[in-house]
């Protein structure tokens, strides 16, 4: 059988201007399907090589795949519902799958706008690919697919969404397969290496209400620290990485853990620099062995420092300080990391007095880098159920963190866009000067990178998407480009409540049937497969269990 797997060709200037960046989920659901015997896979990077749609027609309808692949995060689900409906065109008998964050959560509404994409795969992908690959090789697919969990997909018009399929209990048994990446194009700007994404852990054990993550992983897992670094040495030894950000939300939480995973690290002496994201709270928890992070090669921590005032902070439900946030800042520094935080911008209660203070929270914090997110309201976060009746605009390619989707209550949407980049102008003006007397020598050499990357994607425009904004002389015009047939009046947001309430995120992975196709309000279903969710605890002893 071939397998064609495709990362849509989307953009939009944030995170991605740091490089190219390999797409994990690609490793990892093909070593999936490699191991269980599915070896003619081919993988098409259209985002990394800007592929435009014509020519993926070509590639696709030059490989003739039986069966192709393709990811969504919620900006980028256009582009992959176009993808997947070229497949059709080109390759009719070809099976469409899709998965990733947005179809797991907003299957319906997906199925409904792209009825020509065959399968959904909902949450993690290893094992259900695999169970749904075997039966379209068997050619029972169709007559099985409501015992596969985990997938949705249409049946004469309807949605049918089988229920959740058991969170990957042990992490060491992934096989990820680093042969499908094309290395030579992933480079690192900032070091001018090659970059991995690699996954160490799973999930989270907080609940912030902006963030949908938590929920998409559903339990809190990590690997074991010895099997984690044999992957860091296949990718440094045959894959020459330099560089590798883990792609965890919470990789620190269990610190013993990650203690064990550096120590492996600096064992192995692997030469390989890394970056993290993580909670403050850890930074600061961790303080004393934050030079043995270093040590292991720890360069760069990106903190959720999200939002600049307190009041943000208990909206987001957090639990840290604006004290807190500067104090882990510190530390990081002190140890020889590069220290980045963030902000979110653009809440119903933005003004231009709010954008101002976070430069100046981040003058005086002392960050080597910040950015300055929009406000984005996944329409399956928590935050989403208070805030939807107020979210005109539901165009979701513009979903990106560099797009203020949300108006505040006092100022335009082009105000606020208008007032972070003067923020992020006004702090890298001074942070160019700053870079060249940073002393020591590697961390400097890095931030200088990070500078070009700056400097790169201004010129060419690609950072935050500034080809959105035009100076005319001492005046600047803003032209957002919402798709207008997506912005909803307030009554068409009404409506659509009322006449479509399943259009609305399935969070809770129940899915609409049952494993057998029993009804799903018996609690059992008549296969012994169960209906509700597995418990949301975390699965490591000290890691606290979910607040919900
Ligand atoms: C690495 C990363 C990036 C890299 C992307 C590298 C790449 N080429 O894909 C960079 C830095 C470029 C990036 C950029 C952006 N990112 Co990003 N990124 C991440 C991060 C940190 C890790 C993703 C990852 O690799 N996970 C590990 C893999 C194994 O998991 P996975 O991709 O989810 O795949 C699993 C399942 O989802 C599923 N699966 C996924 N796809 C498919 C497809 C099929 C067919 C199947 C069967 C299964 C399947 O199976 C996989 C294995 O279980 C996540 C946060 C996080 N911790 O997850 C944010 C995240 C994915 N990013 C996000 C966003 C918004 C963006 C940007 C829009 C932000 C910006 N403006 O910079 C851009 C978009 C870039 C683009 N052009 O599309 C959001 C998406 C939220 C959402 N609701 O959609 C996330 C979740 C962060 C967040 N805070 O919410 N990002
Ligand atoms: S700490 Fe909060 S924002 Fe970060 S992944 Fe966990 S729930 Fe999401």
Excluded at 9 to 34: D, F, Q
Excluded at 97 to 124: K, S
Excluded at 237 to 243: D, T
Excluded at 299 to 313: D, I, M, P
Aim: overall charge negative.
């Amino acid at each position: 059988m071939r397998i064609m797997m495709i990362q849509p060709n989307y953009h939009s200037g944030g995170a991605e201007i740091a490089g190219n960046w390999p797409p994990s989920w690609v490793p990892y659901v093909g070593g999936a399907l490699k191991q269980a015997g599915f070896t003619d896979i081919r993988f098409v990077d259209a985002m990394t090589d800007y592929i435009p749609d014509d020519v993926l027609a070509e590639i696709i309808a030059k490989y003739q795949p039986d069966v192709v692949l393709a990811t969504a995060i919620t900006p980028m689900i256009y582009q992959s519902q176009i993808t997947l409906k070229i497949v059709k065109e080109v390759c009719p008998n070809a099976k469409t799958i899709m998965g990733g964050v947005h179809p797991t959560y907003m299957y319906t509404e997906v199925l409904g706008e792209a009825p020509w994409v065959d399968y959904i795969i909902r949450g993690e992908g290893e094992e259900i690919t695999v169970n749904l690959l075997r039966a379209i090789a068997n050619g029972t697919d169709v007559s099985d697919r409501r015992n596969i969990l985990g997938i949705a997909f249409l049946e004469d018009g309807q949605v049918v969404a089988t229920p959740a399929h058991p969170p990957i209990a042990d992490l060491d048994t992934l096989t990820p397969d680093w042969d499908l990446l094309d290395w030579e194009k992933y480079i690192y700007t900032p070091l001018n290496v090659r970059v991995a994404v690699p996954n160490y852990a799973r999930g989270c054990p907080f609940t912030c209400r902006f963030c949908s993550q938590w929920k998409f992983w559903r339990k809190y897992r990590s690997g074991s620290p010895k099997r984690f670094v044999d992957e860091i040495e296949i990718l440094v030894k045959k894959h020459k990485v330099g560089f590798f950000i883990l792609a965890d939300e919470e990789p620190t939480i269990n610190k013993p853990k990650f203690i064990a995973l550096c120590n492996e690290l600096i064992e192995r002496n692997l030469g390989v620099y890394w970056g993290i994201n993580t909670r403050v709270t850890d930074i600061l928890r961790d303080e004393n062995e934050l030079p043995l992070y270093r040590k292991a090669g720890l360069v760069h921590v990106s903190l959720g420092t999200e939002a600049a005032a307190q009041l943000k902070l208990n909206l987001f439900r957090k639990e840290t300080t604006i004290e807190q946030n500067k104090r882990a800042i510190q530390l990081l520094k002190q140890n020889g990391m590069v220290a980045e935080a963030q902000f979110i911008m653009g809440l119903e209660n933005e003004t231009p007095d709010t954008i101002e203070q976070t430069y100046h929270m981040a003058l005086d914090w002392k960050p080597d880098m910040v950015n300055w997110n929009m406000f984005t309201p996944w329409p399956f976060s928590e935050l989403f159920q208070e805030l939807g009746d107020r979210v005109e605009v539901r165009d979701y390619s513009q979903y990106n963190f560099v797009t203020p989707i949300m108006k505040p209550n006092a100022m335009e949407r082009e105000e606020v866009l208008k007032g972070v980049l003067r923020n992020y102008a006004r702090f890298y003006m001074r942070k160019t000067l700053e870079y060249w007397f940073v002393k020591d020598p590697f961390k400097r050499k890095y931030l200088l990178g990070c500078l070009k990357a700056f400097a790169q994607t201004t010129l060419n425009k690609r950072f935050y998407n500034l080809k959105r904004v035009k100076y005319k002389g001492l005046h600047t015009e803003i032209e957002l480009g919402f798709d207008e047939s997506k912005i909803l009046t307030p009554e068409q947001i009404a409506e659509r409540k009322q006449q479509h309430p399943e259009l609305k995120a399935d969070v809770d992975f129940t899915g609409n049937i049952s494993a057998c196709g029993a009804p799903n309000d018996i609690e059992v279903s008549a296969c012994g497969a169960p209906n509700d969710l597995p418990e949301y605890q975390g699965e490591e002893q000290d890691v606290p269990s979910m607040k919900i």
